[in-house]
């Protein structure tokens, strides 16, 4: 879609952290997306699902918490990081969402300690703009689809869709 994306940025340890890896940066029209990258087997009871939103989404977060504040100092400081992403915006904390991206679909929407978490699978239908196929599997014949960007694809409106319940609606 037009993302700049860089991948595994290792912003430089400081004497008080050493944020490690970032999983993801992507940019574009002014839009900054860190994204932390979580995978993980199918979980096949409550139980399973509570730990990993109390185990692993938390460590997550909290991890996500840490490149974020590594990641707007690079962006001040690593020019080179600015030129790969084409980033010339001089408010990255305001340009800037953070996500937990999931790939299990159990706690897509929900935050985890103040970070929203994602799903793979969701991510990939609104970049593909294929809502349809959330539809039931008779509803799939009828021709009918609505676009999640009926104006054109754009950065703003896929955060829109992504940080709102939009791709669920009209789905039975």
């Known amino acids: 879609r037009g993302f700049a994306v860089e991948v595994g940025y290792r912003p430089l340890a ?46 997550a977060a909290w991890q996500l918490r840490r490149k974020q504040v590594a990641v707007l100092g690079a962006l001040i400081a690593d020019h080179d990081l600015r030129a790969r992403l084409g980033y010339h915006g001089r408010k990255p904390r305001a340009d800037m969402r953070a996500w937990i991206v999931d790939t299990s679909i159990e706690l897509d929407g929900q935050s985890v300690d103040g970070f929203r978490v994602v799903s793979r699978e969701v991510l990939e239908v609104i970049l593909r703009d294929e809502k349809q196929l959330l539809m039931p599997i008779d509803q799939l014949d009828d021709g009918h689809r609505d676009s999640l960007f009926p104006e054109g694809f754009t950065a703003d409106r896929f955060v829109a869709v992504v940080e709102s319940d939009e791709l669920w609606r009209g789905i039975c």
């Open 14 to 59: 400081t004497e008080e952290d050493d944020a490690g890896e970032v999983d993801l940066i992507c940019h574009q029209e002014g839009v900054l997306l860190l994204l932390e990258v979580k995978s993980g087997y199918i979980r096949s009871t409550k139980h399973e699902v509570w730990l990993h939103r109390t185990s692993t989404l938390r460590k």
